[in-house]
């Protein structure tokens, strides 16, 4: 995936997902006559060359846990002109349809960090795409991108593609039609966000009304591969949106992985803030969750799920304290069985 040979052979059947192995330049190794006899050889760790230094700094949303989400910083100004409009017009916020929990009452949610809700989810990434696009800084953009020179459909491009900004329900519609036809999870719409967020960083490029149909879509292609264990082919895009080609996804995938620097680690921190960004978003633009109250059948699974994890986590702890044991041991960890009664 990404490299000269395409992920898909022939349009007619999909291959299996193989992982390339990137052959690495030599590391500079620093000879005897350059350092001391006490430090010795001098050998580059692997991850100083994965980044560049300026790519490395914690100003980097899509690396970095600590940055700000560039969706949440754009979408910032809206939300205080929102809220200014509102105060000075006395307006009221519209009416409260956000569920509250009581003492007989407990209203939770089905999403969580590691199990987000899908609909919930993709409506907050189309929203954070649309800030995006709103309040982008200017209009730069590369060729592969641009939808007038690489088209989806054999419909007319409108003469106003580049000037006429999409609106969240447009947006909303591409992604959800996309995840609904290759069943894709709400985990990976999050690494979408990630991949087009980082894409943006260091290509140095803007998401516009020109492109973001074809970078939406590459993200979700390469995100669909790095996330799910059953990974859709691109043959398998080309059955969705009928009228692009195979040869044309794979040049576009092959330009986003160089884009991106081969760089598709998500660390597990980054992928939180993401998560809790965009719940963060949708509470400043009221797309609350769905709220269901806390049932009997309900909470006894949250409690097993919880003993669960606890058990694990002891387990995983005693493993690592034994430091004769090989790491393989930690693989595999027996869990307890939770007994709902």
Known sequence: MGGSVSCCISPGESPKIHRREVELEECPITTTEDVSEDTGTYLQHISDRELPDELAH????????????LFLNKSQTDVREKRKSNYLN????GLLSKKYSSCSTIYIDDSTVSQPNLKSTIKCVALAIYYHIKNRDSNRSLD???????????????????VVDPEHKLIYSFIRTLFRSAQLTAECAIVTLVYLERLLTYAEMDICPCNWKRIVLGAILLASKVWDDQAVWNVDYCQILKDITVEDMNEMERHFLELLQFNINVPASVYAKYYFDLRSLADDNNLSFPLEPLSNKRAQKLEAISRLCEDKYKDLNKSALRRSV???????????????S
């Open 144 to 162: 592969i991108f641009d939808e007038k020179q690489h088209p989806l459909s054999r419909e007319k491009v409108p003469d106003d593609y580049s």
């Open 90 to 93: 006395h307006m009221s916020p």
């Open 58 to 69: 914690e100003t980097n949303p899509s690396d970095h846990p600590r940055a700000s989400t």
């Open 326 to 340: 090989s790491a393989d041991n930690l693989v595999g960890v027996k869990n307890s069985q939770a007994v709902l």
